[in-house]
């Protein structure tokens, strides 16, 4: 089992900055890649970006790429997503989640954090 809990939303202005964190206890050993989804109301789930767990592949939806950007800290159990420039429609509950090395999709998921940019 794997613990997820991430923190870091808030309230932003246009043009503003935020990074969320995603903080993992438990069987942190087996994890794979780490990945970021958000949802805003009314609308699927949506990919926004995934780490490997040694760092070596990052991946980013289109509509985030060059504005948001995925890091970890191995030592910390913590990958974190920094998002500049945000954009009202950037508006959404934000997810992480993990997927386990034996695994091909996405095993365990955050509770989400909330993320509002004001226009």
């Known amino acids: 089992q794997v613990q997820l809990v991430e923190s870091g939303g808030g309230l932003v202005q246009a043009g503003g900055s935020l990074r969320l964190s995603c903080a993992a206890s438990?069987?942190?050993?087996?994890?794979?890649?780490m990945g970021w989804f958000r949802q805003a109301p009314g609308k699927e789930r949506e990919f926004v970006g995934s780490i490997t767990w040694n760092g070596g592949s990052r991946t980013y939806a289109d509509s985030v790429k060059g504005r948001f950007t995925i890091s970890r800290d191995n030592a910390k159990n913590t990958w974190y997503l920094q998002m500049n420039s945000l954009k009202p429609e950037d508006t959404a509950a934000y997810y992480c989640a993990a997927r386990m090395s034996s695994s091909v999709r996405y095993d365990y998921w955050g509770q989400g954090t909330q993320v509002t940019v004001s226009s």
């Open positions: 438990g069987r942190t050993f087996s994890i794979y890649m």
